[in-house]
């Protein structure tokens, strides 16, 4: 197994994400292969396990807390996460904490993540009203948290100023990292940002939810080019081997057979070759269906609605290439005014465009899309009620 220097730690740099764990066909959780799984990684150097309030409909946390039982609680570092992105009426950090120390079945985290900063949550962060940030400042201090961070769906601009106001405070970041997102929603910036400031990485979604792991057949023969027998998940996990400031990778490995699988991969650091690194990386322009802008904002100028253009066709290409949730996020933030649908289709921006963008067009389709998803909002109320409900079986 890879490890990664954290401070006095060694950290596997592979880590158990419960996100995504596997289902009987009941759709229950199959809590004992969960538990071969936890099994097997910690018997096989994994020492980092992952969870957070909402996964596994807020059963997760519940559950890795009785399948970790059985383990000395110094053989593995336990991260959890504090669920400020998620929409509510009011916000407890004191009662959410305490429940999941219970739920865990600990008496300290070793790692702890303000959940999802972003362009909406870093108003409940920062709110006073709420005293998040400062009550788990406090618990770190207390010892009932060893190491405060967080994780980040936000652009650049946001990941920028939460890091001026609160990164003395902040010890790691979690971000969406791999080699299609790394251009495509701007993790070399965001990776750039964060060494920059001496903040170790901490990656999620390093195989892109699976898109990255079940590749077409034109992009797997240029893959076994290089390795025959290699599967395209290694490929996407060997990328970020090369990455000196990545302390974490997360794989929310949902059988037992991916679990194996990944921890050979990170048996030991094998790098990406220059030409495999060409290659991934032409596979990830492949996989793009992005309109061409340079973001030179000629098209700002003249619009008279004040869009900022050259973001909203940035995340119109994202959404095209699968990010729609973090999208639809991301616009709760943007006053009507300023949203894709406020385009009136005068075409000013398409005439003085470089690239000849028909720019009314896609932000007429960026509005249709986004018209498909469901809202952050309806997200938010429905795993409000999942957590009602898991509430109940607690206290049942």
Same mark, same amino acid.
């Given at each position: ?10 950290? $596997? ?8 764990? !596997? ?77 999941? /120390? ?18 909406? $949550? ?36 946001? /990941? ?89 990778? /997360? $794989? ?51 619009? !008279? ?25 991301? /616009? ?15 075409? +000013?921006? +398409? ?38 409900? +898991? ?6």
């Amino acid at each position: 197994m890879i490890y990664r220097d954290f401070k006095d730690l060694k950290l $596997s740099m592979l880590g158990f994400g419960t996100m995504r764990l !596997p289902l009987k066909e009941d759709q229950s959780i199959d809590e004992d292969l969960v538990a071969e799984m936890t099994d097997y990684a910690l018997s096989h150097g994994v020492n980092y396990i992952d969870t957070a309030w909402p996964y596994m409909n807020n059963r997760s946390e519940a559950l890795m807390g009785r399948v970790l039982q059985k383990y000395p609680r110094d053989s593995y570092y336990l991260a959890t996460k504090y669920p400020g992105h998620m929409i509510a009426d009011t916000y407890n950090p004191a009662d959410i904490f305490e429940r999941q /120390l219970k739920k865990l079945q600990t008496d300290y985290f070793d790692f702890y993540l303000l959940h999802n900063v972003y362009e909406n $949550s870093i108003q409940v962060y920062k709110d006073p009203r709420w005293g998040i940030i400062d009550y788990f400042i406090e618990q770190k201090k207390q010892g009932q948290i060893r190491h405060l961070g967080f994780s980040c769906h936000g652009d650049i601009p946001l /990941l920028k100023q939460f890091l001026d106001e609160y990164g003395d405070e902040m010890e790691f970041c979690q971000i969406q990292m791999n080699y299609l997102d790394w251009t495509l929603q701007k993790a070399d910036e965001k990776y750039a940002i964060l060494k920059e400031r001496g903040i170790p990485v901490w990656v999620m979604e390093p195989l892109r939810g699976g898109k990255l792991a079940t590749l077409d057949d034109a992009s797997m023969d240029i893959l076994h080019g290089f390795r025959p027998e290699a599967d395209a998940a290694s490929f996407g996990f060997r990328w970020l081997h090369q990455f000196d400031n990545v302390t974490m990778v /997360l $794989s929310g490995m949902s059988d037992m057979t991916q679990m194996q699988a990944n921890i050979a991969t990170f048996d030991h650091l094998d790098p990406l070759s220059a030409e495999e690194d060409a290659a991934v990386m032409a596979i990830a322009e492949g996989m793009k269906d992005s309109v061409p802008c340079t973001a030179c904002r000629y098209c700002c100028d003249g619009c !008279p609605m004040g869009l900022d253009i050259p973001d909203l066709l940035h995340k119109y290409n994202q959404l095209k290439g699968g990010s729609g949730s973090t999208i639809a996020m991301q /616009l709760d933030a943007f006053p009507e005014d300023k949203l894709p649908s406020a385009c009136i289709g005068c075409g +000013a921006c +398409a005439a003085v465009c470089p690239q000849r963008i028909d720019i009314p067009g896609a932000l007429a389709d960026f509005t249709e899309q986004l018209n498909k998803l469901p809202r952050w909002a309806d997200i938010c109320k429905a795993r409000a009620e999942a957590e009602k409900k +898991a509430r109940a079986e607690e206290n049942a």
